[in-house]
Every structure is written in structure tokens, then in C-alpha cells.
């Protein structure tokens, strides 16, 4: 524990730059010229051009300088370079590889705030006596992340726990981060074909103040480890006190999902993509909750075989779960009955007023989708998903103008976006997995 001598406010001391004309122009560096070269060349790679004029060495210091601009501001910048990070796998491989690692380094670390700040918080949070609810506090975090990091304790009573202590102007930062990313849409687009990121940028700015509220945070985890307790391939750490800037949760060891993506055997990598599934897919019926943050920083394997889940301030209220209809078009689709496919669509508002379609061109764009249900397992590549983005991105295909003419009615924006989020982990982690037995089991609609 280090001496009370150094909880001094120290307003020099920031965790993150504050002020919305400084973080503006951080992100404003990102040198736009040489990333909209790259952009170009994937673009003209989606579209079946060559896309050899992009050079290596510029792209791997376009990947770096994207990481140090989104990792040094964390806050809003973070959090949208994490989600990039779960759709990486969809950009072409020959491309991909200094994006890729600097990406996935969003996932789990950032620059951590000095130690002085950090008590600062614990003391507003806790108490000044907050010392004393712990027996050990380790100054140094063990992971820093968008709008906080998190530190390894051991709470009076012997347990080991997880400090997670958020950065002060984390709201400033998210609020002024959001709002600027929006001004680059464009240009980050290209960074995950096939995937639109500008909703995915008003997404988050929606549920900002959920994110930033730790004690809503704890009692969605307190849910969450009710709904999975007890079970033997899932394990949500339970909380041990909050307040709206800490919360303190059970300590639990384990392999990160980045390592296992970036080294783990078949074995591991198979079964933890089929835990993940189970989780995705059950959450709604047994907690009518659902995490909607899949990105591999949030998970981890135990030495135990099960998949552990953290980090519950993004959460999705279902009360009623997953409609069932949306099972019904999954089985439609995957049958190939276009015409009750296209009927359910519009019924649900799913395909915009007056729009004139072709029930075998919306059958065509949504069936290869469905083609992890088509067999009794499915393997996953990220092969598979740099497909599906380079046909649903191509501007001059069929499919394209298919999907711009869909609509994707608000109630079901989350649940698509962290659908399509746990698939790009589940092509990184190259996992096959029993998906059709998950999906008749937990989706309603779907097999009955």
C-alpha cells in the first residue's frame, strides 16, 4: 500500500487529455492522406482490383499512429477503436496485419493514470478511510481500458478482488470523442468493410451514459452472476461493493481471448468459441439481459474450462428476450422460402414503405447469413467473413443495393450489432463450433 502522503491532489496529473479542442486535434493527426490511400486500396481490393500499390511500411505507420491516437485518448476514441477491433477479421489478410495488431491492442491496454489520481478517485468514491477496506492494494493496474482501468486487491475479509476505477473527464472525453469520430465516419469505414460505422458511432454515443455509471454497471453484473451461477461453462465474477465511479468485483485468473486468438490450440480455441456462443445466445432467456460489448478484452478461459465474462456497463434490457420473429426469418431464410421470408420482413418493417424488392434478391442476400445453421457444425474462418464483407460492400453487386433498400427497425440495431460482433470473434478465434444446436436451443422461433 503506498503512504497516504501521496493521495496530494495533483490537478497536473490527467488521465487523459480533457479539453474538446485538445482531443480534437489528436484525432484530427491521424494522417488522413496516407489512410485515405489505404482506404482506397481496400477499396479497389473489395471490388476485385489490385491492391499491391499499398505498401507495408505505410500501412503499419498509419496502424501505429491509429493506435497511439486512440489508445493514448482512450475515453469515446477507445471504445470506438475497440469495436473496430471485433471486425477485424473481415479485412483482407494481405492488408490486414499492421492494423490488425494495433487494433487488438485496444482491446485490453492503454496508458494507465498516475497512482496519485487514482486515490484521488478511490478516496471521492470510497471514503477517506478507503484503505481500510482492503488488506492489499496494488498501485499498479492490471489492465487500463477506455474509461477506466483496473486494479488487483484483497478485500479485508481475504478475498482477492478487481478494482475498476474510472478516469476522471471520462464523460468530457466520451462526449467530445463522439461527437468528433462522427466527422471521420468515412475515412474509419474502410477499416471494416461490410460493416457501417456510422451507427455504430451514434450506438455508442447512445448509451454513453450507461457506460460511464458503474453502479448500473453492478447491478447488471450482480444479474448476470445470478442468471449463471452455478454453471459449468460460464462464470460472471461476482460484486463485492461499488460507487459511481468504482466497483469492486471478484478476482478471476485466466487466459485473455487475445491470447488465444493469437496462439491457442484447436481445441481451446473451438471450445471457447462454442462457451461464447452458449453465452450470447442464452443471455436474453436466462437473465433477459444482453452484453453488448464483444470485444476479446472482455472475456477470458479459466483454468477450469469456462469462459469468463467482465466488464457489464454496456447491456442490453430484453424482457421478453430475442422476438420471436426474428428466429422465424433466420429459418426462412435458411430454408430458402423466399416469398414467406419476404412476407414476415415486411410485416416487421423490415424492408422500407413503397420499396419495390425481389423476393429471390433479398433470399440471396440474407442466406449466406444463415450458412453456420445449414450444417450440424460450422467453422468459422475469417476466410469466410472477409467474403461475406467484400459482397455486401461491393457498390456495384446486387447484394449492395438489396441491403440499402432493408431496414433495420431501432429495437433490433443491438442485437444485430452484437451478433455480427460475436461472429467476427469467432472467425478470429478460427473456432468450429456446434452453432445449429446453440441457436435451436436458446432462439425462439427458430426450431419450433
Same mark, same amino acid.
Request: charged residues 25%; neutral net charge.
Given at each position: 500500500?503506498?503512504?497516504?502522503?501521496?493521495?496530494?491532489?495533483?490537478?497536473?496529473?490527467?488521465?487523459?487529455?480533457?479539453?474538446?479542442?485538445?482531443?480534437?486535434?489528436?484525432?484530427?493527426?491521424?494522417?488522413?492522406?496516407?489512410?485515405?490511400?489505404?482506404?482506397?486500396?481496400? /477499396?479497389?481490393?473489395?471490388?476485385?482490383?489490385?491492391?499491391?500499390?499499398?505498401?507495408?511500411?505505410?500501412?503499419?505507420?498509419?496502424?501505429?499512429?491509429?493506435?497511439?491516437?486512440?489508445? =493514448? *485518448?482512450? /475515453?469515446?476514441?477507445?471504445?470506438?477503436?475497440?469495436?473496430?477491433?471485433?471486425?477485424?477479421?473481415?479485412?483482407?489478410?494481405?492488408?490486414?496485419?499492421?492494423?490488425?495488431?494495433?487494433? &487488438?491492442?485496444?482491446?485490453?491496454?492503454?496508458?494507465?493514470? +498516475?497512482?496519485?489520481?487514482? %486515490?484521488?478517485?478511490?478516496?471521492?468514491?470510497?471514503?477517506?478511510?478507503?484503505?481500510?477496506?482492503?488488506?492489499?492494494?496494488?498501485?499498479?493496474?492490471?489492465?487500463?481500458?477506455?474509461?477506466?482501468?483496473?486494479?488487483?486487491?484483497?478485500?479485508?475479509?481475504? #478475498?482477492?478482488?478487481?478494482?475498476?476505477?474510472?478516469?476522471?473527464?471520462?464523460?468530457?472525453?466520451?462526449?467530445?470523442?463522439?461527437?468528433?469520430?462522427?466527422?471521420?465516419?468515412?475515412?474509419?469505414?474502410?477499416?471494416?468493410?461490410?460493416?457501417?460505422?456510422?451507427?455504430?458511432?451514434?450506438?455508442?454515443?447512445?448509451?454513453?451514459?450507461?457506460?460511464?455509471?458503474? *453502479?448500473?454497471?453492478?447491478?447488471?453484473?450482480?444479474?448476470?452472476?445470478?442468471?449463471?451461477?452455478?454453471?459449468?461453462?460460464?462464470?460472471?465474477?461476482?460484486?463485492?461493493?461499488?460507487?459511481?465511479?468504482?466497483?469492486?468485483?471478484?478476482?478471476?485468473?485466466?487466459?485473455?481471448?487475445?491470447?488465444?486468438?493469437?496462439?491457442?490450440?484447436?481445441?481451446?480455441? !473451438?471450445?471457447?468459441?462454442?462457451?461464447?456462443?452458449?453465452?450470447?445466445?442464452?443471455? +436474453?432467456?436466462?437473465? %433477459?439481459?444482453?452484453?453488448?460489448?464483444? %470485444?476479446?478484452?472482455?472475456?477470458?478461459?479459466?483454468?477450469?474450462?469456462?469462459? $469468463?465474462?467482465?466488464?457489464?456497463?454496456?447491456?442490453?434490457?430484453?424482457?421478453?428476450?430475442? +422476438?420471436?420473429?426474428?428466429?422465424?426469418?433466420?429459418?426462412?431464410?435458411?430454408?430458402?422460402?423466399?416469398?414467406? @421470408?419476404?412476407?414476415? @420482413? #415486411?410485416?416487421?418493417?423490415?424492408?422500407?414503405?413503397?420499396?419495390? @424488392?425481389?423476393?429471390?434478391?433479398?433470399?440471396?442476400?440474407?442466406?449466406?447469413?444463415?450458412?453456420?445453421?445449414?450444417?450440424?457444425?460450422?467453422?468459422? &474462418?475469417?476466410?469466410?467473413?472477409?467474403?461475406?464483407?467484400?459482397?455486401?460492400?461491393? =457498390?456495384?453487386?446486387?447484394?449492395?443495393?438489396?441491403?440499402?433498400?432493408? !431496414? *433495420?427497425?431501432?429495437?433490433?440495431?443491438?442485437?444485430?450489432?452484437? &451478433?455480427?460482433?460475436?461472429?467476427?470473434?469467432? $472467425?478470429?478465434?478460427?473456432?468450429?463450433?456446434?452453432?445449429?444446436?446453440?441457436?435451436?436451443?436458446?432462439?425462439?422461433?427458430?426450431?419450433?
Amino acid at each position: 500500500m503506498t503512504d497516504s502522503r501521496d493521495w496530494i491532489d495533483d490537478r497536473a496529473d490527467a488521465a487523459m487529455p480533457r479539453k474538446g479542442a485538445a482531443r480534437t486535434a489528436k484525432l484530427a493527426s491521424i494522417p488522413l492522406g496516407m489512410a485515405g490511400r489505404a482506404v482506397g486500396g481496400w /477499396g479497389r481490393r473489395l471490388t476485385g482490383q489490385n491492391a499491391d500499390e499499398i505498401s507495408a511500411a505505410l500501412s503499419a505507420k498509419a496502424a501505429e499512429q491509429l493506435f497511439e491516437v486512440l489508445g =493514448t *485518448l482512450k /475515453g469515446g476514441a477507445m471504445k470506438f477503436g475497440q469495436a473496430l477491433s471485433v471486425f477485424e477479421a473481415a479485412v483482407p489478410d494481405e492488408l490486414a496485419a499492421p492494423y490488425r495488431e494495433a487494433l &487488438t491492442k485496444l482491446q485490453s491496454g492503454a496508458p494507465p493514470m +498516475p497512482i496519485r489520481q487514482t %486515490h484521488r478517485v478511490l478516496t471521492e468514491q470510497l471514503g477517506r478511510s478507503w484503505t481500510s477496506r482492503f488488506s492489499e492494494f496494488n498501485d499498479q493496474p492490471a489492465a487500463a481500458a477506455s474509461i477506466g482501468q483496473v486494479h488487483r486487491a484483497v478485500w479485508h475479509d481475504g #478475498r482477492e478482488v478487481a478494482v475498476k476505477v474510472q478516469y476522471p473527464g471520462a464523460d468530457e472525453a466520451l462526449r467530445s470523442d463522439l461527437k468528433q469520430l462522427q466527422r471521420f465516419s468515412r475515412l474509419f469505414q474502410a477499416f471494416v468493410p461490410g460493416t457501417e460505422v456510422k451507427p455504430l458511432l451514434a450506438e455508442l454515443a447512445a448509451r454513453m451514459d450507461e457506460e460511464l455509471d458503474y *453502479l448500473a454497471e453492478a447491478e447488471n453484473q450482480r444479474a448476470f452472476a445470478k442468471a449463471f451461477e452455478g454453471d459449468p461453462g460460464v462464470l460472471v465474477p461476482r460484486v463485492v461493493a461499488s460507487a459511481p465511479k468504482v466497483v469492486v468485483t471478484e478476482w478471476v485468473t485466466g487466459t485473455p481471448l487475445a491470447d488465444i486468438i493469437k496462439s491457442g490450440e484447436i481445441a481451446t480455441r !473451438n471450445e471457447v468459441g462454442r462457451l461464447l456462443t452458449e453465452f450470447h445466445y442464452s443471455s +436474453p432467456v436466462r437473465a %433477459h439481459l444482453l452484453h453488448t460489448d464483444p %470485444h476479446p478484452g472482455n472475456f477470458m478461459f479459466t483454468a477450469d474450462g469456462r469462459l $469468463c465474462v467482465i466488464d457489464f456497463g454496456g447491456v442490453s434490457r430484453l424482457p421478453d428476450g430475442i +422476438p420471436r420473429h426474428f428466429g422465424e426469418m433466420t429459418r426462412l431464410a435458411l430454408d430458402g422460402k423466399s416469398a414467406e @421470408l419476404m412476407t414476415l @420482413l #415486411r410485416s416487421w418493417g423490415f424492408i422500407r414503405e413503397g420499396t419495390e @424488392l425481389s423476393a429471390d434478391d433479398v433470399l440471396s442476400y440474407l442466406a449466406p447469413f444463415t450458412e453456420p445453421l445449414a450444417t450440424e457444425t460450422f467453422h468459422f &474462418t475469417r476466410r469466410w467473413l472477409q467474403k461475406q464483407a467484400g459482397r455486401v460492400g461491393d =457498390t456495384r453487386g446486387r447484394d449492395f443495393r438489396t441491403s440499402r433498400s432493408l !431496414n *433495420l427497425p431501432p429495437e433490433y440495431l443491438m442485437i444485430h450489432r452484437v &451478433t455480427a460482433g460475436s461472429t467476427g470473434i469467432l $472467425c478470429q478465434l478460427d473456432a468450429e463450433i456446434p452453432a445449429r444446436a446453440i441457436v435451436e436451443r436458446w432462439q425462439p422461433g427458430f426450431a419450433d
